[in-house]
Nanobody, 123 residues
Framework: QVQLVESGGGLVQAGGSLTLSCRVSGLTISAIALGWFRQAPGKEREFVSAINWSGGNRRYADSVKGRFTLSREDAENTVYLQMRNLKPEDTAVYYC????????????????WGQGTQVTVSS
């Protein structure tokens, strides 16, 4: 059974930083793409970022480009989302997602989902 478990969320002031982690069990992440979505209250879930199986290709939503960095550590079966210069509009539940390809994640068709971790940015 494949499981994705997020951690690292919390409360931070605007301009601050947080790093989210997504640890995968049940399969080896070197064979899949991984990424993040987020959902703010009253809004639809939106794509944030994705990284392909080799780590050689990354994609970011325009709203987070230059502030968020996605990386993967295959030895730990974990992907990390480093978030800097956080803004109140980044407040959301962040979900880790996995799929065979980066495109599947970017096209909102992941095969695996985590349960989510709350990120709250105060102004």
């Amino acid at each position: 059974q494949v499981q994705l478990v997020e951690s690292g969320g919390g409360l931070v002031q605007a301009g601050g930083s947080l790093t989210l982690s997504c640890r995968v069990s049940g399969l080896t992440i070197s064979a899949i793409a991984l990424g993040w979505f987020r959902q703010a209250p009253g809004k639809e879930r939106e794509f944030v970022s994705a990284i392909n199986w080799s780590g050689g290709n990354r994609r970011y939503a325009d709203s987070v480009k230059g502030r968020f960095t996605l990386s993967r550590e295959d030895a730990e079966n974990t992907v990390y989302l480093q978030m800097r210069n956080l803004k109140p509009e980044d407040t959301a539940v962040y979900y880790c997602a996995g799929a065979k390809t980066l495109e599947m994640i970017a096209w909102y068709k992941p095969e695996y989902w985590g349960q989510g971790t709350q990120v709250t940015v105060s102004s």
